[in-house]
């Protein structure tokens, strides 16, 4: 696994600081929407279909600066829309970096050589630009519904390699992914020199073009377990080591739908990043008055039966290697060996 | 796969039932509604939330020509048409393949 010490320092001093007081709800990464336009209109992106003047708007700098505060989380995750493509990105990254969030970066890369040779960011152990890569290039073109983003992605990593950057890529499978395909693509990500990779099946968004090719549960577990049952040693991974490991099927995890809380122009989105059922004015309200047993697979909800998304279970991994011996020994062996 | 849009759907709305289920699928719409209020006044703009679960229930929009958010609450609302294109319609993963298909066979085409 490739979290940085220091990053792992911070997120399990935060976790066991929220067991201390005996808080069972909390958040761990805050998915900052900044914006919903992009210069992509991926088939699998339930994200950006919305009319031309709310495409146009934007939180400001001082709007997202006051989520993150109200939040509290350790780690700010910069989804969207394309965040390249918001015109306080600098600012907004040099805030965060300043109060010593751990910020991902989530872009599709497009904009990254231009932005970096612009001088928008300084290297920091607390950013990271987090390369959406579906593949190699035929799937990752495919996935994103334009040829040549895969190259322009690949040309962007270098550029924030070659400047000193945390780089890690995140990816999302869906049920045409090839286990082969899929291991090449890990050994081309980790010559490009990147810092880890963030895997995730995908979500089956009501809004989202591309209905068919989602993952079930079985498939999922059944695409997890050949694509990583002997993992290289090379392979680095930018997430819990149990989180694969409940992928793979080898773990048994409920989701945590309050661990990556969203904000965005709308408020505060319930219950989750994935599913959008209402809004709250503040993180207060979003954390008290969701109805948060009607979520998950024992709630019964048709919704989360099939989904196994990062957002939810990753939490409930970091969660589960600080709750007991156990989850910390397994988290600790598989982190030490390699071994999923 | 694509949903039948609700693009110029324009419901009645006779009761506070069926105006709760057309909030609700006003919500769930990807393009701008028209809002009709007890005054006659009409709000075009994106209906972003809905909350039924406070003493007042509300919804709030972007509307097309304002800069923030407005709230109007359910018991001025008299009608809801859903007069905006809907941004989710007709952009199928399948029609996205058969547009690259056509492009891809265009380009290798021996005029291309």
Known sequence: MSVPLSQMWTVATYVLGQKLRGRTRYPLVLMLEPLFRCNLACAGCGKVQYPGHVLRKHLTVEQCLAAVEECGAPMVSIPGGEPLMYPEIGRLVKALVARRKYVYLCTNAILLKEKLEAGLFTPSKYLSFSVHMDGLREEHDEAVCRDGVFDQAVEGIREALRRGFRVTTNTTLFDNASPISMQMFFDEMMDLGVEGMMLSPGYSYSKAPDQEHFLRRQKTNELFSKMLANPKKRWKFNQSPLFLQFLMGKQEFECTPWGNPTYNLFGWQRPCYLLQEGYAATFKELMETTRWDEYGRKSGNDKCQDCMVHCGYEPTAVDYTFSSWKGFRQSVAATLTGRL | ?112
């Open chain 2, 1 to 112: 796969m694509d949903d039948k849009s609700l693009e110029g759907w324009a419901p009645e709305i006779p009761d506070a039932g069926t105006l709760a289920e057309v909030v609700d699928r006003a919500f769930d719409y990807r393009g701008d509604v028209t809002v009709v209020l007890d005054d006659g006044r009409e709000l075009i703009g994106y209906l972003f939330n809905r909350n039924r679960d406070v003493a007042e229930p509300f919804v709030q929009m972007f509307e097309r020509e304002g800069s923030g958010a407005s709230r109007i609450p359910y018991a001025r609302i008299r009608a809801i048409r859903f007069t905006g294109r809907d941004m989710a319609a007709g952009n199928s993963y399948a029609a996205w393949l058969r547009s690259r298909e056509a492009a891809k066979a265009a380009s290798s085409s021996p005029g291309a």
